[in-house]
């Protein structure tokens, strides 16, 4: 989306007015129910979305994920300067499947989509662990922090940032990423994934600050964003002063079931909201 267009959008004016606030609103295809497929940029553009999270896929097409397709590459691409439209980041969901702590197979989804993200020209990857693969343990933190210590010259050769996403504490996160001791691995932070757990989002943001997140997720799942306990001014306030200027994205439901309306409610709202001065 052109940033004429974007400054356009209701409030858009509010985020840019202030000099730190350089963070850019995108979406994730599959809250789209569009997941690894090109046409998810045609709606996000639609509703007014800046760029696009993309899932790399959870079931392997001849052994090889669903994104590791040079047609559906050229689509992508094709599609992200047609509309100008920002690929921002990919999701290894496979993750929800073959987990890194506790399956090696993952590790071929690890170096193989470290490939799709280089070919598409995308920095960041999210890493998810959650339910059967999540990190429970400081054996199990360190058990991946080694794992991704072992990938992140071939990420950092490829140009791509390694993010983990979980529902571990800004200080667990920061125990893997001393232990990995590469600028190719950071945290992607899910507020929605924290704030349930009761972890003060506000000062965890505050505590990783720019240099240590990727990118983030915005949700207060099941509602509309600003309907529950999470303070969505507050959380802008304190990613702009962190000096972050990179994607947060959209991780919505949809409410109503109306996927474009729900969306472009929950866009407009976080547009409305002020920059800290």
């Not at 704030?195 to 989002?201: H, S, V």
């Not at 079931?257 to 800290?276: E, G, H, T, V």
Request: aromatic letters at 8%; one cysteine or more; hydrophobic letters at 40%.
């Amino acid at each position: 989306m052109r940033r004429r267009h974007f400054l356009a959008l209701p409030g858009a004016a509010l985020l840019s007015a202030a000099p730190k606030a350089q963070f850019q609103i995108g979406v994730t295809d599959w809250n789209l129910n569009l997941a690894g497929n090109p046409a998810a940029i045609d709606l996000a553009t639609s509703i007014g979305f800046a760029g696009i999270e993309i899932s790399l896929g959870r079931k392997p097409v001849d052994g090889k994920l669903p994104l590791d397709n040079p047609e559906l590459h050229r689509a992508y691409l094709q599609k992200s300067k047609e509309f100008n439209c920002k690929l921002i980041s990919t999701c290894l969901d496979i993750f929800h499947v073959n987990g890194l702590k506790n399956d090696k197979l993952a590790q071929k989804w690890l170096s193989d989509a470290i490939e799709i993200n280089r070919k598409l020209g995308i920095r960041n990857m999210l890493l998810p662990f959650f339910g059967q693969r999540a990190l429970e343990t400081t054996a199990e933190l360190d058990y991946v922090a080694d794992i991704l210590r072992n990938f992140a010259p071939q990420a950092q050769k490829a140009g791509v940032t390694l993010g983990i996403e979980n529902t571990n504490s800004a200080v667990e996160n920061l125990r893997i990423l001393n232990r990995v001791r590469s600028e190719a691995v950071k945290v992607f932070y899910d507020i929605g994934n924290s704030f349930p757990r009761g972890y003060d989002i506000y000062h965890e943001i505050q505590i990783l600050g720019r240099d240590r997140i990727c990118q983030f997720h915005l949700k207060d799942n099941p509602g509309y964003l600003g309907q529950g306990g999470i303070n969505f001014q507050k959380v802008f306030d304190v990613i702009a002063s962190t000096g972050f200027q990179g994607f947060a994205d959209l991780e919505t439901s949809s409410p109503a079931k109306d996927i474009p309306a729900d969306m472009a409610k929950n866009l407009a709202f976080l547009n409305s909201l002020r920059a800290p001065a």
